[in-house]
């Protein structure tokens, strides 16, 4: 990880995109101690909810925040990465080079899938996917060819899903994959529809994760596979009832970068499935293996090419620049857990 701290220090201290901290308070004034005052009533406002148990009401201005930051984001990643906006899987301590990134991604895709058991002969394979938080449509298009099927994306960005949809017309897949702008709380489809729901990376924008796998269970076809790919924070240990102050705080810095609600813990999600009936529930903990992604992505925001479409991508793509670091220190510490989470619903639902 020695060229990723170099990279973070890079960052932080490159002139186009200087890193301002937060001033430190000295301890000894009274000026220092309403600081500090404020401090812990901001970290006291952030408190872990039990998910698995509770609704949560969308924060005023979220699916606007997010929406923003994508429609201002996606062309500047698109021409970096390309069309997969999400984590790559790499083997386990693998040193990865920028080459093999774009192949990683692809492997994620395939991962997930050999994970969720997803048949794919004839007779069994998806024919209707729905692709939740789909991006500019990276999996779906990646599942049209794989499977023939036909595949629906949805998101909040109006950016993204006209961009979708003009890369599956150059693709020629205009008659299998289709985006729209959609809430996945509130999904645009019928009951029962799909016969594979996905959901790679958005499930950590969802402000009530009940929902969020509840619309996920609703549109699915009785016995469909489900797989959720999301971002975490640890599960507590029994004696704790909330996260750290400190861990709090960090991720509280990277939910006012990303446009993040509360974040839950990987048996958060377990109890909501298993609260909604849901059936052959299985989790990973894929952490080590996208330990590369954030150094890789800090890498390639300092070439030139990434810096000049940082900058005129705008503040809200800058900002999330500004706090990759935070996601590393996340997954280092072990309070961010990269989890998929897989189910089925019942054949009888």
């Known amino acids: 990880m020695a060229h990723a701290a170099a990279a973070t220090g ?16 000295a301890s000894a004034s009274p000026r220092a101690d309403l600081c500090l005052r404020r401090r812990r009533s901001r970290k006291a406002k952030f408190a872990v909810r039990a ?17 923003g930051l994508y429609d201002e984001s996606s062309g500047a990643w698109e021409s970096i990465w ?46 209707s996917v729905v692709d939740v938080g789909c991006g500019i449509g990276g999996s779906s298009r990646y599942l049209a060819n794989k499977y023939g099927a036909k595949c629906y994306g949805i998101t909040l960005s109006p950016v993204q899903a006209e961009r979708g949809n003009a890369l599956a017309a150059e693709q020629g897949l205009s008659d299998k994959v289709s985006f729209q702008v959609g809430d996945a ?12 729901v996905w959901s790679m990376e958005s499930g950590e924008h969802m402000p009530d994760k009940r929902k969020f796998v509840s619309e996920l269970a609703r ?15 640890r599960d507590l240990e029994p004696s704790e009832e909330s996260l750290k102050p400190d ?9 006012d970068a990303y446009y993040l609600p509360d974040w839950c813990s990987p048996s958060d999600y377990v109890k909501i499935a298993k609260s909604l009936s849901l059936e052959d529930i299985r989790t990973a903990d894929w952490s080590e293996n996208v330990a590369p992604f954030w150094p890789a992505v800090i890498k390639s925001a300092l070439t030139w ?45």
């Open 305 to 349: 090419k990434g810096l000049t479409s940082l900058l005129r991508s705008g503040w809200k793509t800058i900002r999330g620049a500004m706090v990759m670091p935070l996601m590393i220190e996340g997954y280092k510490k072990g309070l961010i857990r990269f989890t998929i989470i897989t189910c089925r619903k019942t054949e009888t639902a």
């Open 51 to 67: 998910m698995a148990t509770t609704s949560a009401a969308t924060p005023p201005g979220l699916k606007e925040g997010i929406a």
């Open 185 to 196: 709380l509130d999904q645009p489809f019928p009951d029962g529809q799909f016969d594979l």
């Open 219 to 233: 549109v699915a076809a009785p016995g469909t596979r489900i797989i959720i790919v999301t971002w975490c924070h």
């Open 10 to 25: 890079a960052l932080l201290h490159h002139p186009l995109l200087r890193y301002t901290s937060r001033r430190r308070c």
């Open 82 to 127: 390309g069309d997969h906006m999400h984590h790559g899987f790499y083997d386990a301590g693998e040193a990865a080079s920028m080459s093999d990134h774009r192949r990683a991604q692809i492997r994620m895709i395939e991962e997930a899938l050999a994970f969720a058991a997803v048949p794919d002969d004839a007779e069994k394979k998806p024919k």
């Open 247 to 255: 861990e709090l705080n960090l991720l509280k810095r990277i939910c």
